[in-house]
């Protein structure tokens, strides 16, 4: 496939995959959005009103977050 090379171990088996990355860049953020999800899977849930505390409130606008 075009844009996809394979690295082989000593015995020939595919051990990692280089993605050129011009070429199959959005379906690589895809692929790796789906491994971060299932990475994830286990983790514990957070409550939307306890991280919500967390959150610290601010009240001013940094100046240099401007454009």
Request: aromatic share 8%.
């Amino acid at each position: 496939m075009k844009g996809i090379q394979f690295l082989l171990n000593d015995s020939g088996e595919k051990t990692s995959v280089l993605i050129d990355l011009e070429q199959w860049g959005e379906l690589w953020e895809d692929f790796y959005d789906v491994i971060v999800s299932q990475s994830r899977q286990n983790e514990a849930e957070i409550d939307w009103a306890a991280l919500e505390a967390e959150i610290p409130q601010t009240t001013q606008v940094d100046k240099n977050v401007r454009g």
